[in-house]
Each structure stands twice: as structure tokens, then as C-alpha cells.
């Protein structure tokens, strides 16, 4: 696939990078992804997990939505941010999955069906992940009501926009002083922070709850 210029220097190519992909790129990105096997093809069902912004604002249709967890990763605002909570030059802080045996990431899983509503969501996600946002598609085991395989989108350490780990004081000062087309950061993590207290209270998560303090 011909790589997309993710050269962005300006506010303005940002925007230009919002460029709709066609079914073909689609279906290209998706058997790009780390050996993404298009799951159910009979059933034409997707699942889809969701850990930071699509908790709370996933913009696409789907046809149920489950709370639950992936296990051997934890939540870390890593990802830096220029698309949405923060600007070129001044990136804002989003979170990404890191790898970790212990660790144990509540989100939610979004259940896709039928091929329309599939492509419909995927061609939202690759634009908002992996062109505008550098995730890459990762295949989990996620646990809620039964375990499924799910796709989700993480930022891993090679990619342009990645911040990496930083004492808490500096992640929180990132999050305090940023702001993108999307709103504050401090919208992102509140947001983050409400929905997961509200919808998965049993699930503790150290790391939001020392930028919260
Ligand atoms: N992949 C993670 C993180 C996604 C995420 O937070 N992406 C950001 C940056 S690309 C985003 O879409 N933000 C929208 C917003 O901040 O309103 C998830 O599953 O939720």
C-alpha cells in the first residue's frame, strides 16, 4: 500500500491528513495489521476494544457494546497527540496498551455486524487511529461476559508520535497545558476517568488515579 505522508508539520496538514480511505485501503490496512485475521467472516461480526477515547466517544454505529477487560496490558498516557488534545509542536497525552503480565486494562468492547456497519466503523478507526493517531491494530483475548478475540489499536514505541513513560508530574503538567481541535486534555482523562468509574467501578486503574490526584 502506498504509504500516506504523515509528515505533518501544520495545523493545516494535520487537517489534510483526515483523508478518507477507500474500501480496497481498507482491506489492505486491515490484512496489514499484525497477523489480523478477519474474524467471523460467516457470522460477519467484528469486535472491537476500546480503552481511552473510544469508551466515551466512539463516532461510529455499532450493534451492542460489553464492558469487560484485555489481560497483559496496562493503561498508560504514552501516546503524545497532535490531532486531537494537542497541536504540532505541543502535543496533548493520550493513552496507549502496554505490555505487562500482571496487567489488567477495563474498557470496552464494541460488537460490529453485518459488512456495512464493519467497514462503515473500520474505515473511522484506521483514519482516527492509524493515520491521524500512529495505533496499529493488535488482536487480544478480552474477558466479559465469555472471552472473546477482539481488535484493538495501540501505540507502540516506534511510532512518530510517541512520548513514552515520564514521572506523573510531568504526564499531569502535559495533560494540564494541552489542547487540540478535539477540546482541553483534561476533557480526555476526565471523560476517561467518569465512564470507566461508572460503567466498570471494580476495575482500579493506579495510573489514572495518580493524574488524578
Ligand atoms: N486506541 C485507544 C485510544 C484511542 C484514542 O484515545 N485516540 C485519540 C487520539 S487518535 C482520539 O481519538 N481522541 C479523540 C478525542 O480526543 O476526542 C482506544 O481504544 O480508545
Redesign the pocket.
Known amino acids: 500500500m502506498n504509504s500516506i505522508d504523515l509528515d505533518i508539520t501544520s495545523e493545516n496538514q494535520v487537517r489534510n491528513v483526515e483523508k478518507q480511505l477507500t474500501s480496497n485501503e481498507i482491506s489492505e490496512w486491515l490484512h496489514q495489521g499484525s497477523g489480523f485475521k478477519w474474524s467471523c467472516p460467516e457470522t460477519q461480526s467484528l469486535l472491537v476494544?476500546?480503552?481511552?477515547?473510544?469508551?466515551w466517544?466512539p463516532k461510529f454505529a455499532f450493534h451492542n457494546r460489553e464492558v469487560g477487560y484485555v489481560h497483559g496490558f496496562v493503561r498508560r498516557f504514552w501516546q503524545g497527540?497532535i490531532?486531537?488534545?494537542g497541536v504540532p509542536g505541543s502535543p496533548g497525552r493520550?493513552?496507549?496498551l502496554v505490555p505487562d503480565d500482571k496487567g489488567v486494562t477495563w474498557?470496552v468492547t464494541f460488537h460490529l455486524k453485518g459488512k456495512k456497519q464493519i467497514e462503515a466503523a473500520l474505515r473511522h478507526l484506521v483514519t482516527?487511529?492509524m493515520i491521524?493517531?500512529g495505533?496499529e491494530m493488535r488482536t487480544a483475548k478480552f474477558y466479559g461476559h465469555r472471552t472473546y478475540d477482539i481488535l484493538?489499536?495501540?501505540a507502540m514505541p516506534d511510532n512518530a508520535h510517541y512520548l513514552g513513560p515520564a514521572p506523573v508530574e510531568t504526564v499531569a503538567a502535559t495533560i494540564v497545558n494541552s489542547r487540540g481541535r478535539?477540546?482541553h486534555n483534561l476533557e480526555?482523562i476526565f471523560n476517561l476517568i467518569d465512564t470507566l468509574r461508572r460503567e466498570a467501578p471494580q476495575g482500579v486503574d493506579n495510573h489514572l488515579t495518580s493524574l488524578e490526584e
Not at 49 to 55: H, I
Open positions: 476494544f476500546g480503552y481511552g477515547s473510544l469508551v466517544l497527540n490531532s486531537h488534545r493520550v493513552v496507549t474498557g482516527r487511529e491521524n493517531g495505533y484493538t489499536f495501540v478535539s477540546g480526555y
